[in-house]
């Protein structure tokens, strides 16, 4: 009876060698399954696989109520409609490869996604260069961050070098401020007297993991993104050229 059980019984893997879904650290990500429109006939089993071994997830039961286990106790949820997994705040640990097990009558299913845990992430939006009011030798560069990781510091590089204070040189910066949302904000300010060639950039130092950075304003805000601010500098920097060209094409042309 057994064997002819094992003979009609099938496995479906899907997701096992896809591309692992990255996950930043704090963050949430989403765990793809899909029993949707599926006579469930026992418990949906999340299970995922990690440094540690082997751990349990979440169960969801026929009569839809679900349990989440150990430390993912209150940050791992399953949506009823396609068993898909909401993981929320997401520590290193949950990297490791997610399998969804589901019975449709005798038949087992199951689907596999690796979650990789990849580093930190900030939004970073950086303002436009100005000259500090009633002082023209002073320039002031202003930078805002956001991201869920505290540990971490906001920092300005200039050529990939990180500046700090100098003579000439002054930065400050206020510790992390948390938000309702579960966000850090963070801020830094640089005033220099040096006219340096190239624009200082902030960037994101995170202890031990990297950072991954968008450079990206909020809407409304009227800050550039970096990006944009590249190329208006850009453009100055063709100004002068163009400048001389055209004088050397005057004087060329009366010489002749
Ligand atoms: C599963 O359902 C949730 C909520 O309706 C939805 O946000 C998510 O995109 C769905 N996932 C898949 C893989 O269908
Ligand atoms: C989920 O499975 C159902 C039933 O097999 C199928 O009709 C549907 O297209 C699938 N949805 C996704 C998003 O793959
Ligand atoms: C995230 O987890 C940490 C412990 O790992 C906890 O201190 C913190 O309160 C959690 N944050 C949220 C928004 O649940
Ligand atoms: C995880 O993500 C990091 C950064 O995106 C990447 O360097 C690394 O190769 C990824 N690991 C796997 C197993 O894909
Ligand atoms: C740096 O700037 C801050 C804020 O403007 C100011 O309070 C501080 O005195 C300055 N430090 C130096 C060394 O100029
Ligand atoms: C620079 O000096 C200011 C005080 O003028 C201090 O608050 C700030 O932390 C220093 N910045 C760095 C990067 O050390």
């Not at 260069?129 to 002073?138: E, F, H, I, Q, Y």
């Not at 005033?191 to 950075?213: D, L, N, R």
């Amino acid at each position: 009876m057994r064997t002819f059980l094992g003979l009609f019984m099938m496995m479906i893997v899907s997701g096992d060698n896809e591309v692992p879904i990255n996950g930043f650290l704090k963050d949430s990500v989403l765990l793809p399954c899909n029993c949707s429109g599926r006579n469930l006939s026992r418990v949906v089993k999340w299970q995922m696989e990690g440094l540690n071994g082997l751990s349990r997830v979440l169960e969801l039961d026929v009569g839809n109520t679900s349990d989440s286990f150990d430390r993912y106790k209150g940050r791992a949820k399953i949506f009823v409609a396609n068993c898909s997994l909401l993981l929320t705040n997401i520590t290193a640990e949950d990297q490791g490869k997610y399998t969804c097990r589901f019975y449709v009558q005798e038949l087992y299913m199951y689907s596999v996604r690796k979650l990789n845990i990849s580093a930190a992430k900030y939004n970073v939006c950086q303002q436009p260069a100005r000259n500090l009011d009633g002082d023209v030798r002073v320039m002031v560069f202003q930078c805002d961050a956001t991201g869920r990781y505290r540990e971490a510091e906001i920092q300005w590089y200039l050529d990939g070098e990180l500046l700090s204070n100098s003579s000439k040189t002054n930065i400050t910066h206020t510790s992390p401020v948390g938000t309702p949302t579960g966000h850090y904000k963070f801020k830094t300010t640089l005033f220099t007297q040096f006219e340096w060639t190239a624009e200082p950039i902030c960037g994101m130092k995170v202890k031990g993991i990297p950072s991954h950075i968008e450079y990206v304003c909020e809407e409304g805000t009227g800050y550039f993104t970096s990006q944009q601010q590249k190329c208006s500098m850009r453009y100055f920097k063709i100004i002068p050229i163009v400048l001389v060209l055209g004088l050397s094409l005057v004087l060329w042309c009366r010489w002749n």
